[in-house]
DNA sequence: GCAAGGTC
């Protein structure tokens, strides 16, 4: 019997297209790498009996990067990067294997359905899907067509059916069109990255720039907040005058009215006009109209809406709400919630989807007087094809959800309902009068029936003092004529939500990547996330975007994604020639690279007038191995020492803290050492500022401190401080901490493993001689007499700190569980040496020869 | 260490 295979975009597709197809009868299995599952059933395909087998990935497969060695930021010259450096696909997740998934389930298969999402990416995933699978699928007989796509548009029985009857093939202009996307993205952002992160790398004290990066969506993104952030600098306040009226009749209280000229900008105009209106102490009623107005109920939840509501209402960021959209999807609360459609389809299940409702305490009675009188039928929204709108799915209660969790929940619960209940109603009354010949008027509002407002209290009218009831010729009596002095007002920073809407009108970033980039401008401290979720340009952020507009403002502005995504269409169209297109818009920006590079300058004085330069920031620490003189200390993040004698900067470990070790110097450099400290009770360690960043011996890397150095001979060197092999991970060594007295401890070199021993010793030195038994240094400690722990009154004792039964309880393991086969207490402990021959790696101390070897090069 | 796009 052959055998089909059809694949989705994600596990959770997979499932409700098996559901659909083998009519709930499939059975499933979990795949190779414990994300997918595999759903199999028995059906007819194209006149035979076959089995079925339908899987997903999880997204792309592969991702573009460059080879290996045009990774290297010191090596390779960012203008490389347009055309020279190769490019190479890589498994975009190698933990989850999915290639190896594909083919150990496709192969023997003889033919492939592709059910990707049908858009571009979806397209494109396909070919990534075939990549993988066509070597180990049968041989077709003949010319036998064995490639499918499924293109569907929504997941419907009828939709899914339908596909499944009309059967096409992949789209190769579609998924090119990605490709040549990934491919300008890649080498485009990189380039541009690299060059403004070095160039401005180590210039500044109090410039963060670790990392300064460009993208074709994050730049226009951060230009829409600094765009905001111009206008609100350069806005100059405007003084303007409005007329302010209050009239009466009989004993009501008075109302006040506004001016049909709303405002004026000449003062003298303003009091004219006063002037005028107050020859009259009547306002006359020159008409009372009454409107019935609407409030439309929402239209059904989509991503982007979700995303503005929880920044807007919840306070919660895009980031956040995405995560936990998606935790409510995966336990079952809540369907797919990466949606652009915003219409429910004609079968979709309202009505049981309400039902679900009816027992929540919060909106039960809604629920149920909807249920009864009969549903609305939702506003019609537009259909991506993609997924449903975002729809509860079953009932919760609050304590099983957590907090953020069920404030979400209840959002898209209350938005649910509302989607299904009628629009708000309410009676819009305006009074229009005049004073003297002057027109006012005023007008209220006041509640027919709430309809949805019922579930989403936040929309409905307010209540207000009720309109007075009169009509056309009645008269009031004018309480107060005057005018009043105001200001215009700039407008405020952008919210997260505005910056949502302004991604989407423009173009930038998908449902599924908008939180992603508002997530890195943030992160990249290029803006701050200010009270109210509003979005506040940083001195960074700011000086980037000016920067481009002095030198290339199609750099910033949101147009550009839309230029490049127009060529793009050409391809996917077969309008236009992959390669054509992709040499063309590499060209381009190949150029603007060009002239960003020799116009950096421009762009570099205004960090000159932002930021301070390094040799003015920092205070003297440590001194110079070459200059002898004091290096700075540049706290600032990527905190940093530079030496402003020989004008380099030499880094530092990040997330710690740094002092001057005793004044010692590094033998090999003359360095003076620094001491890096985690925390108060964290481990530490010496480190040579220059060894840092240029390891001295062939077995070292960068970012080594003294602790991982195989000089032979130094004090403060892994060989005369490092004592055993680390008992929780591979490769480290415990290596004393010299400075930890009286609490005196060892941590490993490698993991965050820490050991306590010989509290209130004196001394605790690493003795030359090894354990016989464990390889371990033996260490030679000393008490003083009043406090020693040891038997017998003695003082010094020296030992294996592992299998020494003296030390047995004075050494204690912290942060870790114990693995040390001869740690374990009244175990191993005395026989000793059942560690070895396990085939785990000896001790670096035995490689003394090798260290030195190589120190003798 | 970099982009943007899928998704877990």
Known sequence: ???????????????????????????????????????????????????????????????????????????????????????EKKEANPKLNMVKFLQVEGKGCDYVVLWLDCDKEGENICFEVLDAIEPVMNRPYGSERTVYRAKFSSITDTDIWAAMNKLGEPNRNEALSVDARQELDLRIGCAFTRFQTKYFQGKYGNLDSSLISFGPCQTPTLGFCVERHDKIQSFKPETYWVIQAKVFKGKESPLTLDWDRVRVFDREVGQMFVNMTKTSREAKVESVSKKEKAKQRPLALNTVEMLRVASSSLGMGPQHTMQIAERLYTQGYISYPRTETNHYHDNFDLKGTLRQQANNPFWAQEVKALLSEGLNRPRKGSDAG????????????????????????????????????????????????????????????????PGFTEVMPWLGIPLEEAMPVCERGDVFTVEEIKLVERQTSPPDYLTEADLITLMEKHGIGTDASIPVHINNISQRNYVTVENGRKLKPTNLGIVLVHGYYKTDAELVLPTIRGAVEKQLNLIAQGKANYQQVLQHTLDIFKRKFHYFFDTIASMDELMEVTFSPIAATG????????????????????????????????????NGAIKL?????????????????SGSRGKSYPLCP????????????????????????????????????????????????????????MACNRCNVMVHFFEHAHRVQVAQESCEACEASLVAVDFN????????????????VFCDPVFQDLVELKHATMRHPSMTRGGGARRGGRGRGRGRREKKPKDKMAALAAYFV
């Not at 596990?11 to 059975?27: D, E, F, M, V, W």
């Not at 449903?388 to 649910?416: C, K, N, Q």
């Not at 990527?638 to 380099?648: K, N, V």
């Not at 007499?785 to 294996?800: F, I, V």
Request: charged share 20%; with cysteine; glycine share 8%.
């Open 1 to 87: 019997m052959k055998t089909v295979l059809m694949v989705a975009e994600k596990p959770s597709l997979a499932q409700s297209i098996a559901k659909i197809l083998s009519k709930g009868s499939c059975s499933s299995r979990k795949g190779l790498n414990g994300a997918c599952s595999v759903h199999e059933y028995m059906g007819t395909f194209s006149g035979q009996s076959v089995r079925f087998k339908m899987t997903s990935v999880c997204g792309h497969v592969m991702s573009l990067d460059f080879i290996g060695k045009y990774n290297n930021w010191d090596k390779v010259d960012p203008a490389e990067l347009f055309t020279k450096a190769p490019t």
């Open 690 to 745: 220059y060894c840092f960043s240029n390891p001295p011996f062939r077995d070292m890397k960068k970012g080594m401190g003294c602790n991982e150095c195989t000089h032979p001979s130094c004090q403060h060197s892994l060989n005369s401080l490092g004592i055993g092999q680390c008992v929780e991970c591979e490769g480290g060594v415990l290596v004393l901490d010299p400075t930890s007295g009286p609490k005196w401890k």
């Open 785 to 800: 007499k009043t406090r020693s722990p040891l038997p017998d009154g003695e003082t010094q004792h020296s030992g294996c």
């Open 619 to 654: 205070k003297p620490l440590s001194r110079c191995g070459k200059c002898h003189r004091f290096m700075k200390y540049i706290q600032a993040k990527p905190s940093r020492l530079h030496c402003a004698g020989c004008d380099e900067t030499y880094s530092l470990p990040q």
């Open 386 to 449: 993609d997924h449903p709108p975002i729809t509860p799915m079953r009932a919760a209660s609050e304590g099983e959800l957590g907090s953020d969790g069920w404030r979400l929940y209840e959002y898209i619960v209350r938005h649910f309902i509302a989607t299904v209940s009628q629009d708000c109603k309410y009676l819009q009354t305006t009074i229009s009068f005049t004073i003297a010949s002057e027109g006012f008027s005023c007008s209220g509002k006041t509640l027919i029936s």
């Open 661 to 677: 070790y005793k004044e010692l110097r590094c033998p090999l450099d003359e360095f003076e050492l620094v001491l890096w400290t």
